[in-house]
């Protein structure tokens, strides 16, 4: 029997710290939860050896066998549903993933289930065995694992999840899907584009000096010298260069915790695409801190989980400001209403929601309500798209017909 040193967050947030005495870190982090407490940490109080677990959903050994790689969500998502279905009939927890290994392709979810499994059989909880593979299974999803263990509704909480993934990735392909038009159809137009300024302006330029032209009008001049520019001065290889240029300098701003505020800031300004990218902030927030107090998840670790995978750093400041308030007293609504990243809708239906204690299901209710505002704003910005295109590429290539036929009235008379 050893002495185990755990720090613990309470049922309202609050961190606690204290000793108990267990044969084995996983009893002392059972004997910490059956006091009520979501441990965080547990230590070995001995000279010899150290026996420590930082964990998200439960304790994760600090040394390692193998950790599994990267797993897509949609075949996590397959696995979630799987497992749910599993549970839900009855079948012992081991004996599930066991199935699910044997029916995997070879891949990194196989390897992950695999150790998940094995760790399962050496006596750890789900939640602890999955928090050893971060890249296969996140803190979101080992903390919800974790909340559906500790209230006996495992089959449920896994559903949500399903749920949740499938939500999130069905918004993402919707997105991706109405951009790919216009991404094709630009890039093809700057294709012809720099084709028509390499290839065919400099025959004609040939043609205009052969026969004398003389002095060439302002607007053949500058299509002349954009053509040089193209042909001669490398200005084909910067116009392709440019969208990389852009791509390093946001990666590299986005190293820092400034930089990547600067930048999600500056995303969130860009006219309709701003919105759009803000909205989608707004459901992806909701959501997940929805999911995760349906879940159980205390408030504020369930605030800091959401923080960690808002995917915007000025949503991300915003919820820790959340954060702080509430631990220091606040309600929910409150610092969010004074961030000002939000509509004033959202804030009255949390708001409503924490009165009624019904939190949980209001964020959800935000989530759908801007999901479906999303998909509108999408729909409605690729229907923009579609004429600027058409105008732009009819602006451009009428200037360049019209440019190159202004000098031909005054070429023929010099040749008649």
Not at 11 to 32: I, L
Not at 72 to 80: C, D, E, G, I, Y
Not at 175 to 204: D, E, N, Q, S
Request: charged share 25%.
């Amino acid at each position: 029997m050893a002495t185990y040193h755990y720090e613990a967050m309470n049922s309202v947030g609050q961190v606690v710290k204290g000793d108990v005495d267990a044969g084995s870190s996983e009893e002392a982090v059972s004997k910490v939860r059956g006091m009520g407490h979501f441990p965080t940490k547990i230590k070995e109080r001995s000279g010899r050896k150290t026996a420590s677990a930082t964990v998200a959903a439960g304790p994760a050994a600090t040394t390692r066998r193998r950790t599994a790689g990267k797993v897509s969500k949609k075949l996590l998502t397959q696995f979630s549903r799987q497992l749910s279905t599993l549970q839900d009939a009855g079948l012992p927890l081991l004996r599930s993933l066991r199935i699910l290994e044997e029916q995997q392709k070879p891949g990194s979810l196989r390897v992950a289930i695999r150790l998940v499994a094995e760790d399962v059989e050496g006596g750890a909880t789900l939640s602890e065995a999955m928090a050893k593979h971060p890249k296969a299974f996140d803190k979101l999803f080992t903390n919800m694992i974790a909340a559906g263990e500790a209230g006996g509704v495992l089959d449920v909480v896994l559903r949500r999840l399903a749920d949740f993934m499938e939500a999130s990735q069905k918004l993402k392909r919707r997105i991706i899907g109405a951009m790919v038009y216009p991404a094709v159809v630009i890039t093809a137009a700057i294709g012809i584009v720099m084709g028509i300024m390499i290839y065919i302006i400099p025959k004609f330029k040939d043609i205009f000096d052969q026969f004398g032209a003389g002095e060439l009008p302002v607007a053949t001049l500058m299509l002349m010298k954009t053509s040089d520019w193209f042909a001669e001065d490398w200005g084909w290889a910067y116009v392709l260069a440019f969208p990389l240029f852009i791509f390093i300098t946001f990666r590299l701003l986005r190293m820092s915790d400034g930089g990547r505020y600067f930048v999600d800031g500056l995303k969130l300004k860009i006219p309709v695409m701003g919105k759009i990218l803000a909205k989608t902030a707004v459901s992806r927030f909701t959501r997940t801190l929805g999911t995760l107090l349906t879940a159980g998840v205390p408030i504020l670790e369930a605030i800091n989980i959401t923080r960690e995978t808002s995917g915007n750093e000025v949503f991300a400041r915003a919820l820790l400001r959340v954060h702080d308030g509430i631990r220091e007293g606040d309600d929910f609504a409150a610092p969010l209403r004074q961030a000002k990243i939000v509509e004033p809708m959202v804030v009255n239906m949390i708001d409503v929601g924490e009165e009624t204690g019904d939190l949980d299901k209001m964020l959800s209710k935000v989530a759908d309500t801007y999901d479906e505002e999303v998909q509108t704003l999408v729909a409605a910005m690729v229907s923009l798209l579609e004429p600027v295109m058409v105008i732009t590429l009819g602006v451009i290539v009428g200037f360049i017909v019209v440019a190159i036929f202004m000098p031909l009235p005054k070429l023929i008379s010099s040749v008649k």
